[in-house]
């Protein structure tokens, strides 16, 4: 994931937000992802945002992009102890669909 | 949810052994891939397919090998297991061409070379 960095570890506590913050390279990505990594399970897609877009919201979880300086974070409102897991930002190459992932942050809620 | 299944979830295998992670879809999806998963996190992509009888190399060398014979059915198959292959294997899927090009993911295969 050397082309999409994310910093490895949040701890924050419930009920408050979680920003989780993405950097890319690419800037002919068309989508950018967040994918949420539950322990023992694979990646589940979160949310997506085309890269036409500044912001994305959807109930709980809003997503912001910065495209000129390759800027992506995923924020959590009212964060719940089941939100605790891995988040991985990737950003699609080329018109194949291939994904490329960052190192995945874990994030940790405390009561 | 998707209905991607790889099968076994957890291996432990003495060195030299051969050995084949197994990954089904039943969304008829022409796309697959194969990620090898650091225990620091970090995904790799092995090996990836656009349909039957189409194999590619990922980003990262393995030295597994894959076949697509069946659109559903994508194994991974390594001749000689070794302890730097101890690692989580996952299997992904994708329809052919629909944006945003979300990729499907099975629960993993965690292997384990001793």
């Known amino acids: 994931g050397e082309d999409v960095e994310q910093s490895l570890f949040l701890s924050v506590r419930e009920g408050d937000s979680s920003v989780i913050n993405c950097t890319y390279t690419d800037s002919s990505s068309t989508y950018l992802y967040w994918y949420k990594q539950e322990p023992g399970a694979g990646l589940q897609l979160l949310t997506y945002i085309f890269s036409n877009m500044d912001m994305k919201q959807d109930q709980r979880l809003t997503v912001l992009l910065n495209k000129k300086d390759k800027h992506l974070s995923l924020r959590i409102a009212d964060t719940q102890t089941g939100d605790s897991a891995i988040y991985f930002c990737a950003e699609s190459k080329g018109s194949w669909g291939k994904l490329q992932f960052g190192a995945g942050t874990q994030v940790v809620v405390t009561p | 949810e998707a209905d991607i299944y790889q099968t076994p979830r957890y291996l432990v295998i003495g060195t030299g052994k051969k050995i084949t992670l197994e990954c089904s879809q039943t969304m008829g999806h022409d796309k697959m891939y194969w990620y090898q998963q650091d225990p620091g996190m970090e995904l790799h992509l092995i090996h990836y397919s656009y349909g039957v009888n189409s194999t590619e190399k990922g980003d990262l060398s393995s030295e597994s090998t894959v076949s697509r014979i069946r659109t559903e059915h994508f194994p991974l198959t390594l001749e000689s297991a070794r302890p730097s292959h101890t690692s989580q294997y996952l299997c992904?899927?994708?329809?052919?061409?629909?944006?945003?090009?979300?990729?499907?993911f099975g629960p993993g295969t965690r292997l384990t070379v001793t």
């Open positions: 992904a899927s994708s329809p052919a061409d629909d944006r945003p090009y979300e990729q499907y």
